[in-house]
């Protein structure tokens, strides 16, 4: 038995088969009880998952600071810094900043995922084994009595 952060007991439960993992998974999930579980692979359907508003938001956030800052750097660029007059062509075309835009924006929605996809994985334990991992924030007697009858060993 070992303690969460909390400093409540905590007990952990390794299973090598799916099968058993599953069954002991729904068990806890049918009377409320708070778990962590940890598996080297993914166990739900897609369509359970639902996306984190963080990352919607960071990639709307993201692409639109890019794209005004793209577009004010073009800006002073064609009419300060460096103005060429083409013809009788202003000074000003915004159709030829929208390819650069396009890109800026784009380069800069990835990197920011990446950067916020890094920092989550950093926050995750890792999985090093094989093994189906199940950590139940609940006293010992409640959970023996719910494992104990499905003779998770062969026993």
Not at 100 to 129: C, G, H, N, W
């Amino acid at each position: 038995m070992s303690r969460n952060k909390k400093n409540k007991p905590m007990t952990i439960l390794e299973f090598t088969e799916l099968n058993q993992f599953i069954h002991v998974r729904e068990l806890l999930k049918e009377r409320n009880i708070s778990f962590n579980e940890y598996s080297p692979c993914c166990l739900e359907e897609p369509e359970h998952y639902h996306a984190s508003t963080l990352y919607s938001v960071v990639a709307i956030g993201t692409g639109m600071v890019a794209a005004l800052g793209a577009f004010f750097m073009q800006f002073n660029t064609m009419t300060q810094s460096f103005p060429q007059m083409y013809g009788d062509q202003s000074f000003f075309q915004f159709a030829n900043m929208l390819p650069v835009i396009f890109e800026v924006t784009i380069l800069s929605i990835v990197l920011a995922m990446v950067f916020i996809f890094y920092k989550k994985q950093k926050s995750r334990k890792p999985v090093d084994s094989n093994n189906y991992i199940l950590e139940i924030n609940e006293n010992k007697e409640l959970i023996e009595n719910i494992i104990n009858p499905i003779n998770l060993y062969g026993k």
